[in-house]
Structure formats: C-alpha cells, structure tokens
C-alpha cells in the first residue's frame, strides 16, 4: 500500500466543491451520492443525510507519523458530506479515547498498514481498501454509462482489487484479473467464489487485456502501466491506484474518461458505511 504524503492531499480540502463538480460532469453523482451507492444506502436514509452522525479524526504517530495536512482533510471530507467533525486534540490512544468521550459515533484513523472507520453503534468496521474498490467501480459503472453484462479489467488484487470486483460483481459486470503475483490472482478468485458464488476470470497478458478491455480499473500502486495505444474512444478507467499509472499521453488522449483521485472517494464510501446502522 502506498503511504501518502502531504503532497498528494494538500488541495484536497480547498477544493471540495469543485471536486463535486467535477465528479457530477463525469459520474452524475456528488461524493455524497457516490458514496451512498457503493455502500447500497437510500438517499432518503436521514441518518445519513443529516449531521446527525459525529465524525471523530485521530492523528496517528506510529511507524512513519503524523502526515501533515491528513486528519484536517479527512475532517473536510467528512464535514463537505454533511457529518459533524472533528480532529482529537490527542494522538494515538489518548486521541481515541478522546474521541469516544467527545461522543464520536464513527472513530476514523490510519497507520502506515492500515485506514479504517469504526462504527461505535454499528461496531462496523470498514477498512480503506474495500471501501475505494467499491467507490471505483460504482464511479466506472456510472461513467461509461453501466456496467450490467459488460467486461471490466482489473489490474491489482490487493485490498483495493477485491473490493472493486465484489461491487462489479453486484453490479452485473464480468470481471478478469491481473496480479504479478499469480497467488494473488488465484486467492481473489477463490474468494469471490467463496463470498459471492461468481467467476473471475484470470489474465495471462496484461498487456493483451488492456488493448481489448474498454473498462479498465487500475488497483495497483505500480504506476507508468498504460500508454496512449491502451486509450481508445471508447476507453473508461476509473484509477484509485497511486501513482497514477497512465502516461501523460495517455492521460491526456482520455480527457474526462478517467476517474483518479487518491483519497477522498474511498474516504467517503468508508464513512457511509460506518455510519450505516446495523
Ligand atoms: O495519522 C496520520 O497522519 C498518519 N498515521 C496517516 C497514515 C496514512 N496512511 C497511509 O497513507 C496508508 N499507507 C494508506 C492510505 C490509503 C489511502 N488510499
């Protein structure tokens, strides 16, 4: 998983607004609303629209520290969906508990090898993967216009990759693989075997799959792995990997086909989901 840096997030909570607008260009929906349907919630569910649910951020020191900027932006996020919020004085386990005691009802923090949202009520925890997987392709299903019976390519079968391809899978999508280690490739098959009862089909030639697929989700942290040959008119890639892994040519010949961003729509899916009652 990639560690964030302050660089990556900083225009992050000044520009929420615009990000909304620009989002509703592509997908049709706000954040807000993205998020409600990848975690499958009414948007007439009042506990999520009002600001009824206390949002509590805490800094964490361990591993690699406090990134400069991170809590704040989360806060932002959570604040621009319409939660109450706010960032513990504290760190680490004075902040938890801090945030408990200010009556947080979702507690949202993140270490080097984690980022989850723990639902006090709902004792729901959702962790950061699962939760951009299915904001990436719930945003991929509305940007090329539905994915029902369509095939979609998902480069990564990490955390990320599996949650993506459970929302395909509801989502009506045929969904093939590509991993460089082939375990992994083999271990997201069996579960979403085990969990849905649905084929994933393996690729052998990421190469061959990107030239043939026309939905494209890019879960890898790799990088520089689609070039402008991959991009053709009718090309949609919805990317949650960081870095980004299209080319500047190829970044540019897509125009407004690409979703990227690095943290706020899997934030968002994450708080729906931790507020979500039992
Ligand atoms: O509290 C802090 O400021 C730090 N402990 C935040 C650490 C943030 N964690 C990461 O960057 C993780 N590697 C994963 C983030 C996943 C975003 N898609």
């Not at 569910?45 to 900027?69: E, F, H, M």
């Not at 723990?118 to 719930?138: C, H, I, L, P, Y």
């Amino acid at each position: 998983m990639t560690r964030l840096k302050t660089g990556d997030i900083a225009d992050i909570k000044d520009e929420l607004a615009e990000f909304d607008s620009r989002l509703v260009s592509k997908t049709g929906c706000t954040l807000r609303g993205l998020a409600r349907r990848a975690a499958g919630v009414e948007e007439s569910t009042a506990r999520n629209t009002s600001g009824d649910v206390r949002v509590g951020v805490t800094p964490i020191s361990w591993g690699g520290g406090i990134i400069g900027g991170f809590s704040q932006t989360l806060k932002s996020i959570a604040v621009h969906m319409g939660f109450d919020a706010f960032v513990t004085r504290a760190s680490d386990v004075a902040g938890l508990a801090e945030a408990f005691e200010r009556k947080a009802d979702v507690l949202l923090m993140a270490d080097d090898e984690r980022f989850v949202a723990m639902g006090v009520q709902s004792r729901r925890v959702v962790d950061n993967g699962d939760a951009t997987g299915k904001g990436f392709a719930e945003g991929l299903d509305r940007m090329a216009g539905g994915l029902n019976g369509r095939s979609v390519f998902v480069i990564g079968c990490g955390p990320v990759g599996l949650g993506a391809v459970k929302r395909l899978v509801r989502l009506g999508a045929m969904a093939s693989v590509y991993d460089i280690d082939r375990d992994r490739c083999e271990d997201l098959r069996r579960e979403i075997k085990r969990s849905l009862d649905a084929d994933v089909r393996i690729e052998k030639d990421p190469e061959a799959a990107l030239l043939r697929r026309r939905c494209i989700i890019d879960a890898s942290p790799a990088g520089d792995l689609i070039h402008e040959r991959h991009i053709s008119p009718d090309v949609f890639i919805s990317a949650p990997g960081m870095p980004l892994a299209l080319s500047a040519a190829a970044r540019e010949k897509i125009s407004n086909r690409l979703l990227h961003d690095p943290l706020r729509i899997g934030t968002a899916v994450m708080l729906v989901e931790a507020a979500k009652k039992r």
